[in-house]
């Protein structure tokens, strides 16, 4: 079955250190996979989309995700951390059939 | 530009009772699609469109209805809520489907609570 798991529920990071957030997806074929942030009451803002090509693509608010086939991974990373990135992320994927699945999410906290 | 718009933001309901939650977007876009987000959960597809005229079961369907007369309306119904339905419902949208890569614009959301 289709799968999209981020094993990192709750992350800690300090202010001007740097983050990776983990996504490990189950597809039959590579599928499309996308980062979301989502800042508390509010709806979801796409940060980054893979869809073929280049593995390593950027995104918005200085994040980036590299795509790595022989892990099934899709990891989400930014060199410096700040305060207002606090909030949760969600990894997800979509084959060919036009569904979207989501993570469980992880919710990122900085400290100052 | 208003992208998608939900309506109510928030919402009680006893058990039992109905309830059509509404979603438009301005976007000319032929995919829409309902989530819910429960707490550890992430978010779940509830049903999605691909256009007017049809739908398709996501997957957690079960105790709701949509319809997609038009492009621009997708609302999701409640025949007779539940406690479980209990959740935040986000609707969203996006140019091609996700399955052509579309990314999706999402709504701010309407909180319910099943009482």
């Known amino acids: 079955a289709q799968s999209v798991t981020q094993p990192d529920i709750h992350i800690t990071v300090s202010e001007g250190a740097s983050l990776e957030l983990r996504c490990n997806y189950s597809y039959g074929a590579t599928p499309y996979l996308f980062w979301y942030v989502q800042s508390p009451g509010q709806g979801l803002q796409l940060l980054l989309k893979y869809f073929s090509g280049d593995t390593l693509v950027q995104g918005i608010k200085g994040f980036e995700a590299e795509f790595k086939r022989s892990q099934s991974s899709f990891n989400l990373r930014k060199p410096s951390v700040h305060w207002s990135d606090a909030a949760e992320y969600f990894c997800s994927g979509s084959s060919n059939t036009g569904k979207l699945i989501f993570g469980q999410g992880t919710t990122l906290q900085v400290k100052p | 530009n208003a992208g998608v718009t939900q309506t109510p933001k928030f919402q009680v309901l006893k058990t039992g009772q109905s309830m059509t939650l509404q979603c438009a977007q301005d976007?000319?876009?032929?995919?829409m699609s309902w989530y819910r987000q429960d707490p550890g959960m992430g978010l779940r597809l509830i049903h999605y469109s691909v256009g007017a005229g049809i739908t398709d079961q996501g997957e957690v369907p079960n105790g709701y209805n949509v319809s997609r007369s038009t492009t621009e309306d997708f609302p999701l119904r409640l025949l007779s809520a539940a406690p479980s339905q209990t959740s935040v419902y986000f609707c969203a949208s996006s140019s091609k489907g996700t399955g052509g890569g579309s990314p999706l614009h999402f709504g701010n959301g309407t909180r319910l609570t099943v009482t």
């Open positions: 976007m000319n876009h032929e995919y």
